[in-house]
């Protein structure tokens, strides 16, 4: 889900900052418009706050690639909507054709700060002190990847013990920056192979604990069949970051595919079949510091203010 980060002109900049600082609007309500719908909907002057006044207590961001549809038309209006929402902190997929500066400084106009981040698993292997300069500048204490490359078929534990390998130096390389590396699960690697091997516990067993930590989503997890619950017990302390996604009562599981058409499988946060109360509060036992939204659906700026008020007054 990431993108490469290209440059753009300082004339440019200063138009998108302009742009994300003029919008008009005054809370979250307010912000609920179809994902492509023009930035000047919302606005960042007089954003909503998320009051977590339940048992959750965050903190809360939002994954950027939920709104993916929107970048391609207008990145800063696109981030003052969301800083419209009552985000303040959010999880990076890219930075939509600017340089890691320029969109720093686009977040920090909106309000918004960069907590963690995605990168391709090819830029970490092919650039990988590039890719750490950027989160220096962008600002996040973690830096991961989403995606292990595996075309010609199932994911193994022979692949895993290479990835596992990556990470352990990538990991390495990061802690020596400041900066925390992640692996986030895709639903692929809990196929067991023939011999009975669970890919995902060769991540975990054969990556260094301190160097490489987890990022749980959701739904990944438990379009598999897994118990996502009973996941995070299964493995404690190494899941650090956490995507709060909701799975459509009815979905079959026992997928391993990694993939899935979020129109017809994904619900907003309380909605759907996985047991969000159980999963938050073994999240809360097993250290896990940091939690996003996503929201793959076409229209995000509908349905992700409908999981933040759920999360605003769940108790559990």
Known sequence: ?????????????AVVLTSALGCSSASRDAAVSDSAAPASNASAST?????????????????????????????PGTLARVRALGFKEVELAGTYGMTAQQFRQVLDSVGLSATSMHVG???????LESALAGARVLGPKYIGTAWIPHPDGPFTAQMARKAAADFNRWGKAARAQGLQFFYHAHGYEFKPGADGVLPMDVLMKETDSA???FEMDVFWASLPGNDPAALLRKYPGRWKLMHIKDMKKGVVTGVHTGSANP???????????TDYRAVLRAAKEVGVERFYLEDETARPFDTVPLSVRWLEAVRF
């Open 211 to 213: 160097a490489v930590k």
């Open 263 to 273: 129109d017809s499988s994904e619900v907003p946060t309380g909605t759907g079949q």
């Open 121 to 127: 698993y090819e830029q970490f292997r092919d650039s």
């Open 47 to 75: 954003p909503a706050e998320i009051q977590l006044s339940g048992d959750f207590q965050g903190p809360l961001g939002v994954q950027l690639w939920s709104f993916r549809e929107a970048f391609k038309t207008d990145v």
């Open 1 to 13: 889900m990431h993108r490469q980060i290209v440059g753009v002109s300082s004339a440019f900049l």
